[in-house]
């Protein structure tokens, strides 16, 4: 079934559909915003979950209301709105759950759109909007939001296996080399796969799904990943001996903060895209510190951390000699009966000379803060990229999916930062933050001869949050 798509008199429509978590809204949401921009009619399609925290917690829809042809549009994402919908919650679900529903639900408003959409961008990870618009003859680009290296690891995990390199024989074997992901032979050591390619089962249902959405993303009208030809342009030609249509479009964030600051001025306040309330009172806190003093602690949107872990960590920065900015967001501490939550009620009362702890923090403009001296990350691709383009050295890690080789590609490719992969324990923590941020430790190429000479196409400009005129406010 064909609609009529002449669109010789109107702007394409396209419609950009994201999986509903947190760090691949916010790259589609940046893509969509970039396209409406450009003048193209936009529809983004959002789970009703997501979409109602959007507008509860950064009054979204307000913000797009400028664009004349941006319209918001909701679909389930398969689950009761109540469900928690914490931890690494849709890989377990997704298939069984999630994945008939959205299908059905995509389809609907495909076919109820008007105009008709001219092209889906859909995220890689939902291949099943490829059969949808093979069936509906519409035009599909698939935007993996995770990084090239790690896309190109999950692409090459059969050859992988069928070589005989997994699974992986016991921590002894850790260190051992993978020999064949073409192109990253020389560093990529079994313990920087994906964590789920530590079980021994290979036939695992999730090694499985995975491979199977990355294939797929392949036989899309084109693939585009949100990264810059000057950081991943060796893995991008790996990939394109498999597809020949892969765009670099990124890195996405830096590109909009540019188009919008060229518009509005650089003090243009930006629209945050995320799911939970943004402490902006960590920026007055970084007001008061020296330049480059304080480091920022963050593990991105999904990643859970045990109350002893979170106490080896608040320990090392403790007796650092450094100021920390630590972000716990809500129910991310695993603990008995609640043990989680008061444990962090604690640290925040015993931080209060050495550093500042918040729920949720705008993260672009806390890396671009002159304060900021380094980054102990998770590796999220966001937020590495937000790191890379903010010139800011990061600790690494990383936790799970793509965070591993992101870490790996930082510490030994980049070599802007330090990995602290496997390992947390308070002493270690200490001594890499002493590093980054006494020593300064020397990185082979530093972190802001990368932002400035590896990026310097997007010709990016730092963000601001409105902070002179609100910090007025505070004053007066
Ligand atoms: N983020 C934020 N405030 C926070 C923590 C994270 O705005 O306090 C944003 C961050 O800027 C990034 C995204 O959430 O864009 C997290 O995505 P990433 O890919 O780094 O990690 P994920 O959450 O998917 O693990």
Known sequence: MEQDRSSQSRPPHVLVFPLPIQGHINSMIKLAELL????????????????????????????????????????????PLDHPRSGNWFLDMFEDTMEPKMKESLREVLVNSSPPVDCIIGDGFLGFALEVAKELGIPI?????????????????????????????GSEDMDRLITTVPGMETYLRCRDLPTFCRKLDIEDSIIKLVVKQTRKSLQADALILNTAEELDGPILSQIRTKCPRV???????AQLNTRLNAKHGESYDHISNTLWEVDKSCIFWLNK????????????????????????????LL?????????????????????GEDVVMELMERSKDRGYIVNWAPQEAVLNHPAIGGFFTHNGWNSTLESVVAGVPM?????????????????EVWKIGLDMKDVCDSKIVEKMVNDVMVDRKEFAKSASEIAKEEIKMVQWRPIHLKRSRAETRARR
Not at 144 to 169: H, M
Not at 290 to 312: A, D, H, K, M, W
Not at 319 to 339: A, M, Q
């Open 319 to 339: 007796n650092s000699k450094t100021k920390f900015l630590l972000l716990v967001r809500p129910n991310s501490v695993i603990g008995k009966d609640g043990e």
């Open 141 to 169: 680009i698939f935007f993996r939001t995770s990084s090239p290296c790690c896309f190109w690891v999950y692409y090459s995990i059969p050859d992988i296996i069928q070589a005989g390199e997994l699974p992986i024989n």
């Open 395 to 411: 600790i690494c890690w990383p936790q799970f999916a793509d965070q591993h080789v992101n870490c790996r590609v930082v510490s």
């Open 289 to 316: 510190q020296p330049n480059r003093s304080v480091i920022y602690v963050s593990f991105g949107s999904i990643t859970s951390t045990s109350r002893e872990q979170l106490l080896e960590l608040w320990y090392g």
């Open 36 to 79: 409406a921009i450009a003048g193209f009619k936009l529809t983004f399609l959002n789970s009703h979950h997501n979409h109602e925290r959007l507008v509860k917690f950064n009054n979204i829809a307000a913000h797009f209301e400028r664009y004349s042809g941006f319209q918001f549009k909701t679909i389930t994402d398969g689950l």
């Open 247 to 253: 765009y670099a479009v990124g890195p996405l964030h």
